[in-house]
């Protein structure tokens, strides 16, 4: 399979506690972004990678939420501290801006992150 | 500030018949525009998508319509399939700014949950 890996699928955590999400886009894609989904809402941007880069954060990311991407393939999305508030789906896609279809994001099944 | 709407929450449809979907936009900048399927407990997929310079875009039994004037836009599904019972995003891009930057910064409208009944 080579599409959009995105790990652990489900996490449930205590408030408090720190998490981590990974993500492995498609191989030859340069860029990669974060969105968090939470239920009734269509997906927001949080974060945008060009390789190693991260070029544009969102409002929404807080200080309690960092991502890294540091040799511009896998990336991870931590979150310190976590709050009820942040129970939300997180999806990685990634794109190639090589491509003629540069704007068309493929999306990982997503990381469930419930705070209890 | 809801950029991209949906104001359609779900809807239901024969097999077979058309199901259109609706979504309109209120910012100007937006140059491109594309429909996302997403099936329960899985990410969204991409479906079809149009660029400002058309009106109308086609690819099999889904085609997406769109009205400048009216920040407007429609996906058509003919024939509608049990198959296509999911939730459908539609999503907007604006042009890139230096750098490529704002290519993948979707804004996406809040969903409309189809239902195909066979």
């Known amino acids: 399979d080579t599409g959009v890996s995105q790990d652990p699928r489900h996490k449930i955590t205590k408030r408090g506690q720190n998490v981590t999400f990974r993500c492995d886009p498609i191989?030859?894609?340069?860029?990669l972004y974060w969105y968090r989904q939470t239920l009734g809402q269509g997906p927001e941007f949080l974060t945008y990678f060009q390789n190693e880069a991260q070029l544009e954060k969102s409002r929404l990311l807080s200080d309690r939420f960092s991502a890294e991407r540091p040799k511009g393939s896998f990336s991870t999305l931590e979150i310190q501290r976590t709050e009820q508030g942040d129970s939300a789906m997180y999806l990685c896609?990634?794109?190639?801006?090589?491509?003629?279809?540069?704007?068309?994001?493929?999306f990982g099944e997503g990381s469930r992150l419930t705070v209890l | 500030d809801q950029q991209v709407k949906q104001n359609s929450p779900s809807l239901s449809v024969q097999e077979g018949r058309i199901s259109i979907l609706n979504c309109d936009y209120t910012n100007s900048m937006f140059d491109y525009f594309l429909w996302y399927k997403k099936y329960p407990a899985e990410g969204p997929t991409f479906l079809i998508s149009?660029?400002?310079?058309?009106d109308k875009n086609e690819d099999g039994r889904f085609t997406v319509f769109l009205n400048k004037s009216a920040k407007h836009l429609s996906l058509h599904i003919v024939p509608s399939q049990p198959g296509d019972s999911a939730v459908y995003f539609c999503?907007?891009?604006?042009?890139?700014?230096?750098?490529?930057?704002?290519?993948?910064?979707?804004?996406f409208g809040q969903g409309t949950i189809l239902t195909v009944h066979p």
């Open positions: 999503a907007a891009s604006a042009p890139s700014n230096a750098g490529g930057t704002s290519y993948g910064k979707l804004t």
């Open positions: 149009i660029s400002s310079i058309k």
């Open positions: 191989s030859e894609h340069n860029r």
């Open positions: 896609a990634s794109s190639s801006r090589t491509s003629g279809r540069a704007r068309e994001l493929f």
